[in-house]
């Protein structure tokens, strides 16, 4: 029987070999059959996934355990494939997010749903526009109570594989110019999260990156952002920077951090809904400070297969 190697294994190996190492090295160094990583690269090459083929190795399937839990999601908010797969794993049952996903499309024939919005009087109320219903139709889906002028803050936040920058609150009123942008959040937010030496302690104190000679900073391109002054100033003062034009426009389900503002949100929901702006603020802080530096490795080991589903697609969503 031929061997199996781990997903991890397939694309490090490439990955050593587009980097200049020999294959007869690689092949040695990881223990890996010649013309396996040959087969590999050759997949590489052509901008395929190194996953096994459709038909290919052992089958798998949802169990019966796993197959109750997602339908009893039907009908009920925040029950995203992402989270789903992740209870399944919690509960010794795993599956991955597209295999759920199937077995909702696919067997139990339901849609992802819009929730209803209806308004009331008075109060806070934060919503997610990503927020979906797995229904058969919009009858089904429950009701969101909305105001007219929900309470609601600007952040913004700084995250690597293993640390995160202190949560940075635009106040009202304000308008994020690229004056504002540079001035408080590059020159204090982010450079204070860039200045920090501890090695242990919780990711909102540690180093961002053991080297940070060896940091790359990206950001997306909103307007302060893409400004000349911002540009100038990311030039000068990070060793490493993906300037305006380098990363893909209308891409947010390529960089991690979109994942990350969701786990802040779904634990948000699990808190005493805000009845103000300060309390909005504090479990928007409390929720940041709970992130864990093995969730952010987790979002980060997923950057690479990101960027070749990119590919793979030609700049289609990849729905990650």
Known sequence: MAKEYPLSTRYRAVGMVNGGTPQ???AKE???????LRRWMA????????ENRAGRGRKTAMSRVAKIVVAKSV????????KLARKLSAKNHPASKSAVHRYLRQCLRLKPLKPRVEPKLHGSTATKTNDRVWAQNSSEVPVIETVKQPGKVLVWGMMSFRGLSDLHIVPRGQTVTADYY??????????????????NGPPTAIKLLPDMSQAIFQQDGAPAHNATKTQEWCRANFPGF?????WPGNSPD?????NLWAIVQDRMDKMAPASSETALIRNLRSAWSSISGETLDNLMCGMPERMRAC????GGYINK
Do not use: F
């Not at 020159?187 to 501890?198: D, E």
């Open 24 to 26: 007869v090295q690689v």
């Open 30 to 36: 990881l223990r890996i059959e010649p013309r396996t």
């Open 43 to 50: 997949l590489d090459r052509k901008g395929e996934a190194l």
């Open 75 to 82: 009908t009920k908010r925040h029950q995203s494939t992402r």
């Open 182 to 199: 540079v001035e408080e959040v590059m020159k204090g937010t982010a450079a204070s999260a860039m200045r920090r030496r501890k090695e």
């Open 242 to 246: 993906w300037a305006k034009g380098e």
């Open 254 to 258: 390529l960089s991690p951090i979109e």
């Open 311 to 314: 590919v793979r697609k030609r």
